[in-house]
């Protein structure tokens, strides 16, 4: 029933949107006011927990952006398998166009409470950011379900779950955190040459990536293990 789609994927929103909530702040703060990922999450951390209306905002935008991904997918799964229709090519289309809208739904407002205007990328940064959301969808709603029934030939299903729910949000990271953090660097410095670029990703490297794995792992980690847990009967 579609009904236990849509459940599933409010609740797996619920339970992450908090900390997906301030980390997502944490990591384009830092970006933004170029400050380590570090203190940005601990100012954070602080000033909500002081300030606990003012979380109601980016709380609720963040909470739109993972109910509506998760619905998305659960359902277009769901159709694909009532119409015994391979679910990959629709799953990833439907559930990247929106995740990629809400996604930048969310960091405009988020950056208008940060920097009290709107944050307004170019055509380049706006394209790599959606290869980047396209890359992490994939891994995460595709690639997951090959990886778990590979490893349910040696494992129970349930460990299979849980291991490739961490696995391959994280690690994804490895290859989208560049793009992220190239599409970035075109909105501050629209001017750079190809050598400042490359010089950029260099540095930023480490701590983005750490950023964006602490990010992956509630958001596509724990959400998508809860997301499935509460689907049982979907079996792709």
């Known amino acids: ?59 609720l935008v963040m909470n739109m952006v993972y109910c509506s991904t998760y619905c998305t997918a659960n359902l277009t799964e769901l159709y694909c398998k009532k119409n015994n229709i391979d679910y990959k090519l629709p799953t990833l289309f439907t559930t990247s166009f929106i995740n990629i809208f809400s996604i930048s739904y969310k960091d405009m407002i988020y950056s208008k409470l940060l920097k009290n205007t709107l944050v307004k990328f170019p055509l380049k940064s706006n394209f790599l950011l959606a290869i980047r959301d396209i890359i992490t969808i994939n891994a995460c709603f595709i690639w997951k379900k090959d990886l778990i029934n590979y490893l349910d030939r040696y494992i129970t299903h ?35 040459n190809a050598i400042e670029r490359l010089k950029n990703i260099k540095n930023c490297y480490k701590s983005v990536l750490f950023g964006r794995i602490l990010r992956a792992i509630p958001a596509f980690g724990i959400g998508s293990f809860i997301n499935d847990m509460l689907r049982p009967d979907i079996v792709i």
């Open 1 to 59: 029933m579609p009904f236990n789609e849509i459940f599933a994927g409010v609740i797996s929103s619920i339970i992450i949107s908090p900390l997906m909530s301030i980390i997502d702040m944490s990591i384009l703060k830092s970006q933004l006011q170029k400050e380590k990922f570090s203190k940005s999450l601990v100012d954070n951390i602080s000033f909500y927990s002081n300030n606990k209306p003012k979380f109601i905002k980016p709380l």
């Open 158 to 192: 349930n460990k299979s779950e849980i291991i490739s729910s961490i696995i391959l949000p994280s690690s994804i990271q490895i290859i989208s955190t560049p793009i992220h953090i190239l599409a970035i660097d075109i909105y501050e410095k629209p001017y750079s």
